[in-house]
């Protein structure tokens, strides 16, 4: 498969590819390698996180969420090299609104974006999943018109028993006086 370097992020770079034999479908080639001296301890937080919400969701194959198709670890010396080969949309957010018209982007067209990113954000919230990093570089736009939320690092799972459960709010609120919580009166 041969790589070029589209995008460089805080743990990996990101590389478009062609899939060999089969489909030849373009493919988004992410890349983390992860340090294994000692003033490391394991693979980020943030990675195994990606990885994890991305394999999740990857059974749903919903519209609007770019679609895990695989994940390797190979051991590198004494570092980690992880791949993650994903769907490969053509350009960001970003890109997409940097390319319009002085006119602006047609009501039909804003309400075709905005619709479909509000169908991906309402699956990842009814999975109980908090993006966390929502931003034009994160959520895709095809050349087709498909809108795809992106990059899961900072991405979190919520469940009802942790954020409602007496034992996380109680030790909060006995820190402080009410002067702190309602301002003065």
Do not use: C
């Given at each position: 498969m041969a790589t070029v370097q589209i995008k460089v992020g805080a743990y990996g770079q990101v590389y478009k590819g062609r899939e060999v034999g089969g489909k030849q479908r373009l493919l988004a080639v992410k890349k983390f390698n992860i340090p294994g001296d000692r003033s490391t301890i394991g693979i980020p937080a943030v990675v195994i996180r990606e990885v994890a919400l991305l394999q999740k969701m990857k059974y749903f194959n919903h519209p609007n969420i770019v679609q895990l198709l695989d994940a390797s670890v190979a051991a590198a010396g004494r570092n980690l090299d992880l791949t993650l080969v994903l769907e490969y949309v053509d350009q960001d957010l970003f890109a997409y609104l940097s390319k319009v018209p002085a006119s602006g982007l047609s009501r039909d067209s804003v309400k075709d974006v905005m619709q479909q990113l509000l169908q991906g954000l309402d699956f990842l919230h009814t999975n109980m999943v908090v993006h966390r990093d929502l931003k034009p570089e994160?959520?895709?736009?095809?050349?087709?018109?498909?809108?795809?939320?992106?990059?899961?690092?900072?991405?979190?799972?919520y469940t009802f028993n942790i954020i409602l459960t007496p034992g996380v709010s109680e030790p909060f609120l006995q820190g402080f006086s009410p002067r702190t919580f309602w301002g003065p009166r």
């Amino acid at each position: 498969m041969a790589t070029v370097q589209i995008k460089v992020g805080a743990y990996g770079q990101v590389y478009k590819g062609r899939e060999v034999g089969g489909k030849q479908r373009l493919l988004a080639v992410k890349k983390f390698n992860i340090p294994g001296d000692r003033s490391t301890i394991g693979i980020p937080a943030v990675v195994i996180r990606e990885v994890a919400l991305l394999q999740k969701m990857k059974y749903f194959n919903h519209p609007n969420i770019v679609q895990l198709l695989d994940a390797s670890v190979a051991a590198a010396g004494r570092n980690l090299d992880l791949t993650l080969v994903l769907e490969y949309v053509d350009q960001d957010l970003f890109a997409y609104l940097s390319k319009v018209p002085a006119s602006g982007l047609s009501r039909d067209s804003v309400k075709d974006v905005m619709q479909q990113l509000l169908q991906g954000l309402d699956f990842l919230h009814t999975n109980m999943v908090v993006h966390r990093d929502l931003k034009p570089e994160n959520i895709l736009v095809s050349s087709r018109g498909e809108v795809k939320i992106a990059d899961f690092g900072l991405a979190r799972i919520y469940t009802f028993n942790i954020i409602l459960t007496p034992g996380v709010s109680e030790p909060f609120l006995q820190g402080f006086s009410p002067r702190t919580f309602w301002g003065p009166r």
